[in-house]
C-alpha cells in the first residue's frame, strides 16, 4: 500500500539540490520539509498504523512549518532550537541541534550568540539550559507541562533528610552526590553544594569514576537502574550496592549496609524504559535469530545483561548508523527514535522492542512550538532562583568538565 509514493516522495527530497542561501534556499527548505512530512506520514500510517492518509493534517502541519521557518529566518542567530532525541521527527526537523540531554547542555553552554533559547524536550532539560544560560540569554519551552515521572520522584525534601541520615551514618567527608540529568533544579543545586556533579547516560561511567576520586561513596539520584548497570560496568559488588527507598526508615537498610555500602542508588526510575523485559527479549530472539538488541541503561539489569549492546541515545543513534546495510536491529528506548531511524534508515530493519513512548515528550509539537516562536521571549519562559541556580550551575559545570 502507498510504496510508489513513498519510493517517489523519497526520491524527489534526495534530489533536491542542496542550495545555501538566497531565495531558492527558502524555496528548497521548504519543499523539503513538504516532502519529508508527507513521506512521514505516508510511512508510519501504512507501514506501523495502517490507516489512511489524511490530507487534510499534512496541508495543516505544512501551513505551520510554513510559519515556524519564517520566524526563523527572521530571528538568524538569534534564536537557537535544540531539539531531544525523543521529540517527533517534525520537531527533530525544525530544530538547529538534535542530541541527547548531555549533548544538548553541551550545545546551550557553549551558544553565546541566541538571545532566545527554545528546548523541545521535558522540563528539566530546559531548566539546565536555563542554569547554564547567559545572561542575555532567555529560554522558553513550548509546553510548562512537559515534565518527567523519574524527576517527580526524587523530591527535594526527601532527597535533604536522606543525604543527612547517610552522611550522620557513614560521615560527611565520605559521600559524593549523583545526580542524573532527569531531575529538578533543587536536587542538581544540592549536588553542587555538596561538591557533587550531573551526569547523563552518556557520561554516567566517567561521573562514577570522576566521584570515586573524591569520596568513598556515591549517593546517585534518582534513577536506580542507570546507577545500578553503571555499576555492574565498573564491577563493583551487588552487595556493595544498596537502594533507598525514601518511604522506609534509613531507606529500607541497616547502618551498617550503609556503611559497607560503595554506591546508594534513590528508587526512582524511568517508566518508558522499565517496561521492556527480558520475556520481549526472548521472544524476538525466537522470531529475528540474527537480530542485534540494543539497549538504553535506564532499562533493568536484567535486560541490559541479555542485550548486544547498551548506552544513551547518542550511542543507540550511532550504532544504527555504523550497522551494516540489512541488518536487523531491535532497540529498546522511546519510540520515536526508533521510528526516526527506521526512516532514515530504510537499508536496516529497525524494529522496537515495544512500543513505549513518552507521553511527556510527545506534549511538544507543531502548534505549540509555533504559539512558543510567536511569542518569542514572552511566554514559557523557564526560570531559575538565582541561589539554586548558583549551586546547580557547581554541578552541571563538573559534567561538562569530566
Not at 156 to 163: D, K, N, Q
Not at 194 to 205: D, F, H, I, K, P
Request: proline share 3%; hydrophobic share 40%; charged share 25%.
Amino acid at each position: 500500500m502507498f510504496e510508489r509514493e513513498l519510493t517517489h516522495l523519497l526520491r524527489c527530497y534526495k534530489i533536491l539540490p542542496n542550495y545555501k542561501s538566497g531565495l531558492m534556499y527558502n524555496s528548497t527548505l521548504r519543499f523539503q520539509n513538504f516532502l519529508r512530512l508527507a513521506y512521514r506520514q505516508l510511512f508510519v500510517q501504512t507501514r506501523v498504523f495502517g490507516q489512511t492518509l489524511n490530507m487534510e493534517n499534512i496541508m495543516d502541519n505544512k501551513d505551520m512549518i510554513d510559519k515556524i521557518i519564517k520566524i526563523k529566518q527572521e530571528l538568524g542567530n538569534r534564536l537557537l532550537i535544540l531539539t531531544h532525541h525523543y521529540q517527533r521527527t517534525e520537531i527533530i526537523d525544525l530544530g538547529d541541534h538534535k542530541g541527547d540531554s548531555f549533548g544538548l547542555s553541551q550545545r546551550a553552554a557553549m551558544d553565546e550568540n541566541a538571545k532566545y533559547i527554545v528546548f523541545c524536550g521535558v522540563h528539566f532539560m530546559a531548566e539546565s539550559a536555563a542554569i547554564l544560560a547567559k545572561d542575555h540569554q532567555i529560554v522558553q519551552i513550548p509546553d510548562m507541562d512537559a515534565g518527567c515521572w523519574m524527576a517527580d520522584m526524587a523530591d527535594s525534601y526527601l532527597v535533604e533528610t536522606a543525604w543527612n541520615e547517610v552522611t550522620a551514618i557513614a560521615g560527611e567527608n565520605s559521600v559524593t552526590p549523583l545526580v542524573y540529568m532527569n531531575s529538578d533544579a533543587f536536587i542538581k543545586a544540592h549536588c553542587g553544594r555538596n561538591n557533587g556533579a550531573v551526569c547523563t547516560s552518556s557520561n554516567a561511567v566517567k561521573a562514577f569514576e570522576w566521584a570515586f576520586k573524591q569520596k568513598e561513596k556515591i549517593f546517585f539520584f534518582p534513577d536506580e537502574h542507570l546507577g545500578r548497570n553503571t555499576g555492574n560496568n565498573l564491577g563493583i559488588p551487588a552487595n556493595e550496592m544498596i537502594v533507598w527507598d525514601p518511604e522506609k526508615t534509613l531507606g529500607g537498610n541497616t547502618d551498617q549496609e550503609i556503611k559497607k555500602a560503595k554506591v546508594i542508588l534513590w528508587k526512582g526510575y524511568c517508566l518508558v524504559h522499565t517496561r521492556f523485559t527480558t520475556n520481549d527479549m526472548e521472544s524476538m530472539r525466537k522470531d529475528f535469530p540474527n537480530a542485534k538488541i540494543v539497549v538504553h541503561p535506564e532499562c533493568t539489569q536484567e535486560v541490559v545483561k541479555e542485550s548486544d549492546a547498551v548506552g544513551s541515545t547518542s550511542f543507540i543513534v550511532k550504532y544504527v548508523a555504523d550497522s551494516p546495510k540489512g541488518a536487523t536491529i531491535i532497540i529498546a528506548t522511546e519510540i520515536n527514535l526508533i521510528k526516526r531511524l527506521a526512516l532514515e534508515y530504510p537499508d536496516k530493519k529497525i524494529i522496537p522492542l515495544k512500543n513505549s513512548l513518552c507521553p511527556n515528550m510527545y506534549k511538544i509539537n507543531l502548534k505549540n512550538l509555533l504559539n512558543c516562536l510567536e511569542n518569542i521571549g514572552q511566554t514559557n519562559i523557564v526560570g531559575v532562583d538565582e541561589t539554586i541556580k548558583k549551586d546547580a550551575f557547581i554541578a552541571l559545570e563538573n559534567m561538562l568538565n569530566l
